[in-house]
């Protein structure tokens, strides 16, 4: 069993920052990728960053050059730097485990709030 656990939410400012972290525990047999989405109120969940075992980036365009995703050396943490808040930046931001057999892992989310 492969638990999610995220961190690092909650309210900020316009134009502040947040860190999110997000650590995998259990039984993992090998990760492809992790990255982060996020669920507006009455939007759909979109993407929001991913990063692959060999390191490679990719960014939705409302974050790019604000956010950043990284992960420790085991690439069991994963961490979401997000500076330059925006409003529509609030939401609720889950991580995701991608492992080798195409099975994801989602954690259990955790609130966003950019106050103006």
């Known amino acids: 069993q492969v638990q999610l656990v995220e961190s690092g939410g909650g309210l900020v400012q316009v134009g502040g920052s947040l860190r999110l972290c997000c650590a995998a525990a259990g039984r993992i047999l090998s990760i492809n990728a992790l990255g982060w989405y996020r669920r507006a109120p009455g939007k759909q969940r979109e993407l929001v960053a991913t990063i692959s075992s060999g390191g490679s980036t990719n960014y939705a365009d409302p974050v790019k050059g604000r956010f950043t995703i990284s992960t420790d050396n085991a690439m069991k943490t994963v961490y979401l730097q997000m500076n330059s808040l925006k409003p529509d930046d609030t939401a609720v931001y889950y991580c995701?485990?991608?492992?080798?057999?195409?099975?994801?892992?989602w954690g259990q989310g955790t609130q966003v709030t950019v106050s103006s």
């Open positions: 995701i485990l991608h492992d080798s057999s195409d099975y994801d892992y």
